[in-house]
């Protein structure tokens, strides 16, 4: 059934599917053909994706334009399994799918910014977990700071790109005709977090950036002072931004390892 709602060409009547005619499995209405009945489930189904990849996925279908996104998502589906019953999850190769489509011949940047909405709607949905206790850490030595593992809150990401991302994300209401924005030479490296219910990205300096997404990666803290030292940073710049980060309530757990 799956094959046959995803795969139009399939939907005739006369072409066996599996060995068997359509009519085998599809029982035909008084009224039309088995091809009618099942075309209603068809239809159905690519209008519900769409729907929530354009919901997920807004600044991509916002520069790519409608029609385009509309063949996007058809290419999509057609091609890429959806094992998902949530409709919030069909999103989760789009990113990786855009690498190789032909939109991102014209718009290289396309597969990142996937990359950033996928990560600001897991942060949407992600179920936040108490920010750490700053009283949980009195007492705690240079060599247990050392070796801590930071927790971060599962709406926490760090999306690296070659394009100003977060640029072209925050201008996704913004008339196309309207849109002037520097591509070439302009990486980005963003935060995506949660402030109450609402996604914010902002962007980071390489260091803070390179900071946090070795502790996303589990790396003790002790290591990533170490790893920044040689580029200028020091346990004060660390401290520093460990401090914003508590502010931020972005810090779940700290556990010495």
């Given at each position: ?131 750490l206790d700053p ?56 935060l995506v977090r ?64």
């Amino acid at each position: 059934m799956a094959a046959l709602i995803v795969n139009g060409d399939r939907r005739d009547a006369c072409t066996p599917v599996e060995g068997r005619d359509l009519g085998a499995l599809v029982v035909a209405p008084k009224h039309g053909t088995a091809g009618d009945r099942l075309q209603v489930y068809a239809g159905g189904y690519a209008v519900r994706v769409q729907e929530a990849l354009a919901e997920t996925f807004p600044a991509v279908a916002h520069v790519v334009g409608g029609g385009a996104f509309a063949e996007l998502v058809r290419r999509y589906i057609e091609t890429t399994p959806l094992r998902s019953y949530n409709l919030n999850d069909a999103g989760a190769a789009l990113p990786r799918f855009l690498r190789d489509d032909l939109l991102t011949a014209g718009l290289p940047f396309l597969p990142d910014l996937a990359r950033l909405e996928w990560q600001v709607a897991r942060a949407f949905h992600a179920h936040a977990q108490p920010a750490l206790d700053p009283a949980a850490l009195a007492g705690w030595s240079m060599d247990d700071w050392g070796r801590a593992i930071l927790r971060l809150q599962p709406w926490v990401a760090i999306v690296r790109s070659d394009w100003p991302i977060r640029e072209i994300w925050e201008s996704r209401d913004t008339p196309i005709e309207d849109i002037n924005i520097a591509l070439y030479d302009r990486p980005d490296r963003v935060l995506v977090r949660r402030a109450g219910d609402a996604v914010l990205c902002e962007s980071l300096d390489d260091a803070e950036a390179d900071a946090l997404g070795a502790l996303l990666e589990g790396q003790p803290l002790g290591s990533v002072v170490a790893a920044l030292t040689p580029r200028g940073g020091d346990p004060a710049t660390v401290s520093a931004w460990f401090a914003r980060w508590m502010a931020l309530r972005m810090i779940a757990d700290c556990l010495i390892h």
